[in-house]
């Protein structure tokens, strides 16, 4: 017994400890020893178990994750069954298909080309009723001012004519009347009024 604690003081059997190694030299300081191996045994201990509480934690992510793989690839399947099989279309219904999108293509053609001499044919139908109904004003505005010449010259015929004698001799206040009644101006004196009753009455027709 003396040799075997002598060989522990010496730290013959100082193999799991690790570090720098004790040489006991009495019972207390090999109660130490073993206090201290048994704190890093347990330490140990507790991250083993730590590990091994991880590792079984990312075990169970991974199976989880494996589920919802497994799950999602049965509903895609489940999906396709209700599909059905996919149909390959043949040479001749591709021809086929091809057909209708080119009638389909015409037609929409055809149409928009109605539609754009409808378009045509309504903007042209509109030029001409605005041509007529500016020809029409004019015609219009023609009639008006013949008329207007029209009772001008017949105011002028209802007006008698005077000649250059019986004007030279009219005085101031008749020569004023005669100028209103033709509708000149009847401003200045008897010479400029004279003048100018002469001048309307040879420009009469």
Same mark, same amino acid.
């Given at each position: 017994f003396?040799?075997?604690i002598?060989?522990?003081?010496?730290?013959?059997?100082?193999?799991?400890?690790?570090?720098?190694?004790?040489?006991?030299?009495?019972?207390?300081?090999?109660?130490?020893?073993?206090e201290?191996?048994?704190?890093?045994?347990?330490?140990?201990?507790?991250?083993?178990?730590?590990?091994?509480?991880?590792?079984?934690?990312?075990?169970?992510?991974?199976? *989880?994750?494996?589920?919802? =793989? &497994? /799950? !999602?690839?049965? +509903? @895609?399947?489940?999906?396709?069954? #209700? $599909?059905?099989?996919?149909?390959?279309?043949?040479?001749?219904?591709?021809?086929?298909?091809?057909?209708?999108?080119?009638?389909?293509?015409?037609?929409?053609?055809?149409?928009?080309?109605k539609?754009?001499?409808?378009?045509?044919?309504?903007?042209?139908?509109?030029?001409?009723?605005?041509?007529?109904?500016?020809?029409?004003? *004019?015609?219009?505005?023609? =009639? &008006? /001012? !013949?008329?207007? +010449? @029209?009772?001008?010259?017949?105011? #002028? $015929?209802?007006i008698?004519?005077?000649?250059?004698?019986?004007?030279?001799?009219?005085?101031?206040?008749?020569?004023?009347?005669?100028?209103?009644?033709?509708?000149?101006?009847?401003?200045?004196?008897?010479?400029?009024?004279?003048?100018?009753?002469?001048?309307?009455?040879?420009?009469?027709?």
């Amino acid at each position: 017994f003396t040799q075997s604690i002598s060989n522990m003081a010496r730290g013959k059997f100082n193999k799991r400890g690790g570090g720098q190694r004790l040489d006991a030299q009495s019972a207390e300081e090999i109660e130490q020893r073993n206090e201290r191996l048994a704190a890093f045994e347990e330490e140990r201990a507790r991250r083993r178990a730590e590990e091994a509480e991880k590792e079984g934690e990312d075990g169970d992510e991974d199976g *989880e994750e494996e589920t919802v =793989e &497994a /799950g !999602n690839s049965k +509903k @895609k399947n489940a999906e396709e069954e #209700e $599909k059905g099989p996919v149909r390959v279309t043949t040479e001749e219904e591709h021809r086929r298909n091809l057909a209708k999108l080119e009638a389909v293509r015409k037609r929409r053609e055809e149409a928009e080309k109605k539609r754009k001499e409808m378009e045509e044919a309504a903007a042209l139908a509109e030029a001409d009723a605005k041509m007529k109904a500016a020809a029409l004003q *004019e015609d219009s505005d023609d =009639e &008006a /001012g !013949n008329e207007t +010449k @029209k009772k001008k010259k017949s105011k #002028e $015929k209802a007006i008698p004519k005077i000649s250059k004698i019986e004007i030279k001799k009219m005085k101031p206040a008749q020569l004023k009347d005669a100028l209103k009644e033709r509708g000149l101006d009847i401003q200045g004196n008897a010479k400029t009024l004279l003048a100018r009753l002469i001048e309307y009455e040879e420009n009469r027709e």
